[in-house]
């Protein structure tokens, strides 16, 4: 067979011009107890100044050079120190009533261990319930005076052209089906406000997968074709994959960021309506103090049952919450890594990351980067804000509950990372708590697992030991027993409230704003929160087992790995679930046998957390089901505004996922495959090399040769992945490859290409 022509590259620039600068790892005090010692030891031999101190320029404090303070401080500190009195003092009155139910009135080790780990979990859950209290006050008032977004008009509010920001959708080894289509819908609704000209889009891949790799180039060929090639769409894959996405993020920002006054970060699945990019721009222009402002993006776009349960949680429940942390934090926000805008300056000066010392998981790249690039942006003196009250950001919510947890190992190990910097010099108050609230999103389930666990110890001590009535000193009388019901009753019902009261606030402030018919009326509304209610208590247990393994196997040194995140609606098989679950059905068989044997009345009043243990499996096949909830919608339930009136962005990305998956690939070729055989796909691979190889050594061109011999008579199955990657890297391989297979025998471009017919290959990518 003859060798096809080659057409020419029908696509865009894949980058902007260079334009290097600088993003240098920021100094962190990460040993803040050997620093005060060593202040301490410089005190005591009289190094008292500043021109002999050694460790003086330790103590000059250089950050925030840009802070002073500002109307809201007095507001901030004063919200602040009511609700620490909200949460410690009510904490510090629940231990002593818990103690006082226990039989020896946290008199033994084992009880004083109970009240201390339920006095902790108290103050834990309280947090939550003031910060949504604090949510609903400022939705109910009309007018929220400190809102950095209030009254953002783009039509007033004037952008300087020069601002030009930056969209960037980091990706590794995603589905770019649905990239692209969210990118898609993004870019022309933006273009719809007539402010694309300002913004530039980049697709910055870290996908180490070949195949994946000429997929991401072939998408987006076709998207910049779909766009009628505007020019202004960029892709760059990284050779080197540092620091994930924290790192490709900085990658980009010292080749291109000195192009841009802003940047946008994205997630793969983020949408945006252009509106609401435009907003975000508008602000930053008026208040140029902020460093940071983050969306609270709305969970939209996926159809299990528990994905459903996830959005309506997000979007009825979700708005309050977010009001009460704009309402506490104020300038000190957190940033949560995507659906967010950044000053690109101050974040490339003060928000290089470093490595922390030590092997991973608590050592290495920082996992959970966004948490400490706010603080890092607010320790320079930037503003860091939450605007909560941006509609038109999207993202899409892990499918299942297995999906679920393994982002969650992901998220645990970062967070737990996060206890190596909360004393480090010169962050903000506010960040030091948010590190400690992040790490006790993780450690709360195994402090709630100890609770339990030394609840049953007590329980089984108790059945087997006879209660001693008369105590080793002489008395008259015996001591007897005695239980105070209405203690108990007490802490119940005050736990009951911290717990559940939130989310019926959450459905009286939908009533009084009217918004009932967004959620399929009042009655579903009802029905849909109580659905919430139940399926979190089932699966509370089956989160608080795995969150404890993941700080056990974290804290143990284990890796949590960073594997491909699930985006469909594909559900979960019964062997996957009884491959992750069987370890805690057996061990909730166990706990509940032995508990039923020796102390069945304690039983009875741990069979909420045992009987969802025992129901692990059915409980994650059937949440993961998209039949279930798309019976559920049907009938009405778990409806969020996005599924009553869907935002055109979301249309336009479900349209637009299913035009792109029908042309996903040629024939069942693999990226790899299509690279050598399609020529088109190899034309726009060898456009987008960065670095052509050379002819090299005679070592080098006999292992070349070899390579290629092996490929040309066995075909690209039997390749590593190692061996495909080298001989994309390599234009010289690539292009007497795809010469030499085009010369095969059609037979063996059958069986081993998949190539059924010369017009095959040489169709065009989107055939």
């Known amino acids: 067979m003859e060798l096809n022509p080659a057409t020419s590259l029908s696509c865009p620039s894949p980058t902007p011009t260079l334009l290097r600068g600088h993003m240098v790892p920021e100094e962190m005090d990460r040993r803040p107890w050997?620093?005060?010692?060593?202040?301490?030891?410089?005190?005591?031999?009289?190094?008292?100044?500043?021109?002999?101190?050694?460790?003086?320029?330790?103590?000059?404090?250089?950050?925030?050079?840009?802070?002073?303070?500002?109307?809201?401080?007095?507001?901030?500190?004063?919200?602040?120190?009511?609700?620490?009195?909200?949460?410690?003092?009510?904490?510090?009155?629940?231990?002593?009533?818990?103690?006082s139910v226990l039989p020896n009135k946290g008199g033994t080790v084992l009880e004083l261990a109970l009240v201390v780990v339920f006095a902790l979990l108290f103050a834990w859950i309280s947090i939550g319930f003031w910060t949504a209290l604090l949510g609903f006050a400022t939705l109910v008032r009309k007018v929220d005076r400190l809102l950095l977004t209030r009254n953002i008009d783009p039509s007033v509010d004037r952008i300087d052209p020069k601002s030009r920001t930056a969209v960037l959708f980091p990706v590794c080894n995603e589905d770019m089906t649905r990239v692209c289509a969210g990118i898609l819908a993004t870019y022309r609704s933006l273009e719809s406000t007539g402010g694309g000209r300002l913004f530039d889009f980049f697709v910055l891949s870290d996908t180490g997968d070949p195949d994946a790799w000429i997929e991401e180039e072939v998408s987006w060929q076709r998207l910049c074709r779909e766009l009628g090639n505007p020019g202004n769409i960029f892709y760059r894959r990284r050779r080197i994959n540092q620091k994930r996405k924290s790192g490709n993020v900085a990658d980009f920002c010292r080749r291109f960021g000195r192009h841009y006054v802003y940047l946008l970060v994205m997630d793969a699945d983020s949408v945006m309506a252009g509106t609401t990019m435009v907003k975000m721009v508008a602000a930053m222009e008026r208040k140029p103090r902020v460093g940071i402002l983050q969306t609270a993006p709305a969970v939209a776009g996926r159809e299990t049952l528990l994905a459903r349960v996830q959005q309506f949680a997000s979007r009825a429940y979700g708005p309050m919450f977010a009001a009460g942390l704009h309402s506490m934090q104020l300038a000190d926000a957190h940033f949560w890594g995507h659906n967010a805008i950044l000053r690109t300056r101050p974040f490339m000066k003060h928000c290089g990351l470093p490595r922390l010392p030590g092997k991973p998981p608590l050592g290495g790249d920082i996992l959970s980067h966004d948490f400490v690039e706010a603080a890092l942006m607010r320790r320079a003196g930037w503003e860091v804000w939450l605007a909560y009250d941006l509609e038109g950001s999207y993202e899409e919510t892990p499918p299942t509950l297995l999906a679920e947890l393994k982002r969650d190992k992901r998220w645990c190990t970062g967070n737990l990372q996060h206890l190596r910097l909360v004393f480090t010099r010169g962050l903000f108050p506010t960040h030091r708590v948010?590190?400690?609230?992040?790490?006790?999103?993780?450690?709360?389930?195994?402090?709630?697992?100890?609770?339990?666990?030394?609840?049953?110890?007590?329980?089984?001590?108790?059945?087997?030991?006879?209660?001693?009535?008369?105590?080793?000193?002489?008395?008259?009388?015996?001591?007897w027993p005695v239980w105070t019901p209405y203690r108990t009753l007490i802490l119940l019902s005050a736990t009951a409230i911290i717990l559940f009261l939130p989310k019926l606030l959450s459905g009286l402030l939908i009533a009084i704003k009217g918004r009932g018919k967004e959620f399929g009326g009042y009655f579903r509304l009802g029905l849909s929160i109580l659905g919430e209610v139940v399926l979190s208590t089932l699966l509370a247990p089956i989160r608080m087992m795995f969150h404890t393994k993941f700080v056990l196997t974290t804290l143990m040194g284990r890796p949590s790995g960073w594997g491909r995140q699930q985006r469909d609606d594909l559900g979960t098989s019964w062997w996957e679930a009884v491959r992750f679950h069987w370890g805690g059905t057996l061990f909730a068989a166990l706990w509940g046998g032995t508990l039923y044997l020796l102390n069945s009345a304690f039983f009875w009043w741990i069979t909420p957390i045992i009987i969802p243990l025992l129901l692990a499996i059915p409980l994650s096949v059937l949440t993961s089901r998209a039949s279930v909830g798309r019976l559920a919608r049907r009938l009405g339930f778990f409806l969020t505004p996005e599924e009553v009136e869907t935002p055109w962005e979301l249309r336009e990305t479900a349209a637009w996922e299913k035009i792109f998956a029908k042309g996903k690939l040629l024939n069942g070729f693999t990226g790899f495959s299509r690279a050598i055989v399609d020529t088109e796909t190899y034309n726009l691979h060898l456009g987008l090399l960065q670095r052509r190889r050379g002819k090299g050594s005679a070592a080098l061109e006999r292992e070349r040769d070899k390579l290629i011999s092996k490929v040309l008579q066995h075909g690209p199955g039997p390749l590593s992945t190692r061996a495909k990657k080298a001989l994309l890297y390599d234009s010289l391989a690539l292009t007497d490859l795809h010469r030499r297979v085009w010369q095969l025998p059609v037979e063996r471009?059958?069986?081993?290409?998949?190539?059924?017919?010369?017009?095959?290959?040489?169709?065009?990518?989107?055939?």
């Open 34 to 99: 050997l620093t005060a010692l060593l202040r301490s030891v410089g005190r005591r031999f009289g190094f008292g100044g500043s021109n002999h101190d050694p460790l003086a320029q330790l103590r000059t404090p250089r950050f925030g050079q840009n802070f002073n303070l500002q109307p809201w401080d007095s507001t901030a500190r004063f919200r602040r120190l009511i609700l620490g009195l909200l949460v410690i003092v009510p904490s510090c009155l629940a231990g002593p009533v818990f103690a």
């Open 434 to 479: 948010l590190f400690l609230n992040g790490a006790m999103s993780y450690i709360s389930a195994f402090l709630w697992f100890l609770l339990l666990l030394l609840s049953t110890t007590e329980a089984i001590m108790n059945a087997l030991f006879e209660p001693i009535y008369f105590p080793l000193t002489r008395s008259l009388f015996p001591i």
């Open 749 to 767: 471009l059958k069986d081993h290409w998949g190539v059924i017919s010369d017009e095959d290959a040489l169709a065009p990518a989107d055939a």
